[in-house]
């Protein structure tokens, strides 16, 4: 009996140590002076002039030395969302905020989050009338090293925010790669990252240019139905999805059983590619969508839909490029058995050999064999882009925009692309 | 936390000295590797070869979850009455762990024995095939702690804790690479062993571990370390020699 009780005690003990990890968004809306009746949006000429390179005078141990304040924007019919974001360089740590104009004053209302745990918490930031913000508010802003001051305070989870946050605007954002590409992996993030919304969902497409990303990744599979959907894995599985019930693959049931019975982690439901495509068109001003295909057989159906979004893009006045992923040996083979493939726009995992035979747009490697530069040269001489995947490591992504060429970085934390991109000098 | 840990350690020595146990000589049935036993003069090593499996976290390795199990080879220098020196090689051929410790141990009553040590382990890894031109290796510091007890029957029943501190982590994908020499606390790690006599009086081990690591080695190609820690449940059979 005293053995089993020893037994039992130390197996209870051994096991209590997995938890339970959440990082919900706080709840930042009841900031006074930004719901003021009288505070109004800005316009185009003061979002752009406050984006730039800031130094961090206080917040720099928490956040790093520098930031890059970079807008971004979603289309809801004839409504527009705005968004203001600092990437920082410490901890893959952001802050996402909305911004308005009070009288000659400028407020950010927002939250921050590291990437690389769950800290988060409510950030209120104000630039002052003599601190930039009669500039920034006038009809032609010139900003220069010094001119904009970014002040306020940051707090842990819902508190009120009781930390100091001071910034000053030190240059313009980097444009140097341009057309540089920064790729968000699964629509903008993995579900165990602990992001507000499920990955290859259209919440996360909706959201991932607060990230920085100016392109998305996402998976493509077929339902029992022959429906064209959005989703990771081979299996329904709680590491995506929530307790329904229903298991084993999701190649297995029609799109009206996943619809009806299937919701992602976040709540949203399993969206179609058209419905994906659909929100990146007409809701986002993002530039590429690398469509992943997760299933093996014909590609006709996705290669239809990809046209038909091409044209829609073009009508809508978009820039958009829009790729078929040959992940592999398979996929190669239903691409090339497609009529017109070498006029289908592709991105081609393979070798560059295969890259040419398909006339893939991209070359995309693995980043595990460096920056290649010398490939990447090749590449760039035959009129294509080279893109690498999926790189999540602070250290190489600097390393990897620093000393490489590719014209995009796909990656899980698009902020810390943004960051290390827009910095760069 | 590094030097909190290690003063925790000298003062639990400390305290364990002081309390005067019975001390028990060793029988040679009890060829154990967890037990905190001392290997008093008739006995000069002991070792076991076995193996681990290790599960990882669904939410994070996916699909590419490691199910191979670790060769696993364990051995005891006898250096003293109550002191030994504890080596262990790990492998799974592309990736491998070795080390090295020093272990004291204690008699407290006719069937409770404690111990202390700290070992300094190395890993290493590389995968050069299949779009991977990668490797990676690092140093990490394991101040342990185990309490044991003997049954009146032949099972003996050692609880271990373990701590993980990460000393330095090097990364190499094709020409890039780089390094950390930032030293963190990584995690800990629990252990429930079983040590009874298996056949031919051979002895058998089984433990059963719950480690709580922001890195392990063995995910080293898998992900990067986060400040999150992640659940590891890992059995380990050892068969001794």
Same mark, same amino acid.
């Given at each position: 009996? @005293? ?20 990082? &919900?968004? &706080? ?71 909305? =911004? ?26 104000? %630039?002052?009338? !003599? ?8 009809? /032609? ?22 930390? +100091? ?23 903008? *993030? ?43 894995? /081979? ?86 490029? %829009? ?5 592999? +040996? ?14 289908? &726009? ?26 290649? !530069? ?6 760039? =001489?035959? *009129? ?27 990656? $899980? ?13 | ?75 005891? @220098? ?27 141990? @204690?008699?407290?009553? @006719? ?21 991977? $031109? ?31 501190? $990460? ?8 020409? +890039?690479?780089?390094?950390?020499? $930032? ?16 056949? !031919? ?41």
């Amino acid at each position: 009996m @005293k053995k089993l009780l020893i037994i039992l005690i130390s197996s209870s003990f051994l096991f209590s140590c997995k938890k339970d990890y959440q990082a &919900p968004v &706080p709840d930042f809306a009841s900031w006074a002076p930004f719901n003021d009746p009288s505070a109004a949006s800005l316009n185009i000429v003061s979002r752009s002039a406050l984006e730039g390179v800031y130094t961090l005078d206080k917040g720099a141990d928490m956040f790093g030395g520098l930031a890059a304040v970079k807008w971004s924007y979603t289309h809801n019919g004839n409504d527009t969302t705005f968004h203001v974001s600092g990437f920082f360089g410490k901890d893959i740590s952001y802050f996402i905020c909305q =911004g308005k104009r009070l009288n000659d004053s400028i407020l950010f209302n927002g939250y921050w989050r590291k990437m690389v745990s769950t800290e988060t918490g409510i950030v209120r930031l104000t %630039i002052g009338a !003599n601190e930039g913000g009669s500039l920034i508010l006038s009809r /032609n802003p010139v900003v220069t090293r010094g001119s904009i001051v970014i002040k306020g305070m940051f707090g842990n989870g819902n508190e009120l925010p009781g930390n +100091e946050l001071s910034m000053v605007y030190e240059r313009k954002l980097n444009n140097s790669l341009s057309p540089f590409l920064i790729m968000a992996h699964r629509s903008g *993030g993995r579900t165990s990252d602990l992001l507000p919304a499920s990955e290859n969902s259209v919440e996360m497409i909706l959201k991932t240019p607060e990230f920085g990303s100016t392109g998305i990744e996402i998976d493509v599979r077929y339902t029992s139905d022959g429906v064209p959907i959005l989703y990771h894995d /081979n299996t329904l599985n709680l590491r995506v999805v929530r307790k329904s019930g229903l298991t084993g693959e999701i190649k297995n049931y029609s799109f009206s059983q996943l619809s009806t019975f299937i919701r992602l982690i976040n709540g949203e439901k399993i969206p179609t590619l058209r419905q994906a495509l659909d929100a990146v068109v007409y809701r986002t001003d993002l530039r590429f969508v690398w469509l992943d295909t997760k299933f093996d057989g014909p590609i006709d159906e996705v290669r239809a839909i990809q046209k038909e979004y091409l044209q829609k893009a073009a009508a809508a006045g978009r820039s958009l490029n %829009i790729v078929i992923g040959i992940p592999g +040996e398979d996929q190669f083979n239903s691409f090339i058995a497609l009529p017109n493939y070498q006029n289908t &726009p592709s991105l081609c995992e393979l070798s560059i050999e295969q890259v040419e035979q398909c006339n893939a747009l991209v070359w995309a490697p693995r980043f595990t064999e460096g920056p290649q !530069n010398e490939k990447v040269a090749l590449i760039h =001489g035959q *009129g294509r882009l080279a893109f690498v995947w999926t790189l999540d490591v602070p250290e190489y992504i600097t390393n990897f925009i620093q000393n490489g060429h590719f014209d995009a970085i796909l990656s $899980n934390y698009p902020t810390c692309v943004a960051f290390n991109y827009y910095v760069h000098q | 936390m590094y030097l909190r840990n290690t003063l925790s350690l000298i003062l639990l020595l400390f305290m364990v000295q002081k309390a005067s146990g019975q001390d028990t000589s060793f029988h040679p049935k009890h060829a154990v590797m967890f037990f905190p036993y001392p290997m008093y003069k008739k006995e000069r090593w002991r070792s076991s070869i076995g193996f681990q499996l290790l599960t990882t976290p669904e939410d994070i390795t996916e699909e590419t979850r490691i199910r191979l199990p670790v060769l696993d080879w364990h051995g005891i @220098k006898r250096i003293s009455d109550h002191v030994t020196v504890d080596g262990r090689l790990l492998s799974q051929v592309l990736q491998n762990h070795l080390s090295v410790g020093l272990h004291w141990m @204690k008699p407290i009553t @006719k069937n409770l024995y404690l111990s202390a040590g700290n070992d300094i382990g190395y890993w290493f890894g590389f995968l050069k095939f299949a779009g991977f $031109n990668s490797e990676a290796s690092g140093w990490i510091n394991y101040p342990n702690f185990s309490v044991g007890y003997k049954t009146n029957r032949e099972l003996l029943i050692t609880f271990k804790a373990q701590c993980s501190i $990460n000393l330095f982590y090097k990364s190499a994908n094709g020409t +890039e690479s780089f390094s950390s020499s $930032n030293t963190f606390y990584n995690g800990e790690t629990f252990t429930l062993a079983l040590e009874q006599p298996f056949y !031919n009086k051979k002895h058998l081990t089984l433990a059963f571990s719950g480690i709580s690591n922001k890195f392990l080695w063995q995910t080293w190609a898998l992900f990067y370390k986060t400040d999150r820690k992640l659940f590891y449940p890992q059995i380990t059979v050892g068969f001794i020699l």
